[in-house]
């Protein structure tokens, strides 16, 4: 494809949650993008197998705080980064409402916005379906990060907790409407394909090929698996689950107590709360939980 853009005019633009990007032109292998990132919103390079491009990134406004395992760094409008090619996973916030330009020498913009576009529609329009009141998957991933970050996790974990968190639920796609939908309380043959959700998550990431996504699929597996290893769906405990996948599984349980869903009234924090500590070292992991109770009042 090769392509140029005129003045407040862009290739091809896609919205997803907190983020817009535009192709603004590419020629030659080499795309540049303008990102607009929302307040909060994360970003991030990784590193691929086989994938040699040089990949540069510039703040046009606004500032973005890139997390590094002692620490942080902050980029200002005018500061840049470039690596050649990238060879660890770098994982960027926006600090308010922030634009910067990205460039690539090999394509990559319909590569990934296309299926992560599609993903997001997918995941929202589930929530819905789940009798949730509206974006239930963007608190679970802003809920995740924060303990995460507060749990000192890498780079890399936390770039695949944000993927995770947002998409814990995608399996629900392949459950029967009229077992999601039911009002009632499942029988145990509906709960047993209920509890299939978990698996299929994993294999709907695993099909886009896109080795970010692939491998939150291990940890949307597991977020339903408890650390006294009464969970699902391998009935794994304490250490063999990943710490992902547990920190998932305690902010999804906040969230769901203390969200209004469409059939009932949701709990107060405090309720929520708690419960959470009730359950500490049976069904959540124990350190994930004080982390919790460290941050609660971020909630």
Not at 39 to 54: C, D, K, V, Y
Not at 63 to 80: F, V
Not at 262 to 272: D, M, P, T, V
Request: with cysteine; net charge negative; glycine share 8%.
């Amino acid at each position: 494809m090769k392509g140029i853009g005129n003045k407040n005019h862009f290739i091809e633009t896609v919205q997803m949650k907190g983020l817009t990007i535009s192709l603004i032109a590419s020629a030659d292998q080499t795309e540049i993008i303008h990102h607009k990132l929302e307040p909060n919103t994360r970003w991030a390079l990784e590193p691929e197998e086989g994938w040699e491009a040089l990949e540069y990134l510039i703040v046009v406004s606004g500032e973005l705080k890139l997390s590094t395992n002692g620490g942080y760094e902050i980029y200002k409008t005018g500061d840049s980064f470039y690596r050649s090619p990238v060879k660890e996973h770098y994982v960027f916030q926006s600090i308010g409402t922030t634009e910067f330009l990205y460039v690539s020498s090999q394509p990559v913009f319909h590569r990934y916005s296309q299926i992560s576009r599609d993903l997001m529609n997918l995941a929202i329009s589930i929530e819905k379906k789940d009798g949730y009141t509206g974006d239930h998957c963007a608190r679970i991933s802003k809920l995740s990060m924060l303990v995460g970050e507060a749990m000192g996790l890498n780079s890399k974990q936390l770039l695949r907790l944000n993927m995770a968190s947002f998409f814990h639920d995608i399996g629900k796609v392949k459950i029967p409407l009229d077992i999601l939908l039911k009002p009632e309380k499942l029988t145990q043959e509906e709960w047993e394909i209920m509890k299939m959700h978990t698996s299929y998550g994993r294999q709907v990431l695993e099909e886009t090929k896109l080795p970010l996504l692939m491998s939150a699929g291990l940890v949307v597996e597991q977020h339903h698996e408890r650390y006294d290893g009464k969970g699902y769906p391998f009935g794994l405990a304490k250490d063999e689950i990943e710490v992902e996948a547990s920190i998932i599984s305690v902010v999804d349980s906040y969230d769901a107590m203390t969200t209004d869903r469409s059939y009932q009234k949701g709990r107060s924090k405090e309720e929520a709360i708690l419960e959470i500590n009730r359950c500490r070292g049976t069904m959540y992991n124990p350190i994930i939980v004080d982390v919790f109770n460290d941050v609660k009042h971020k909630l």
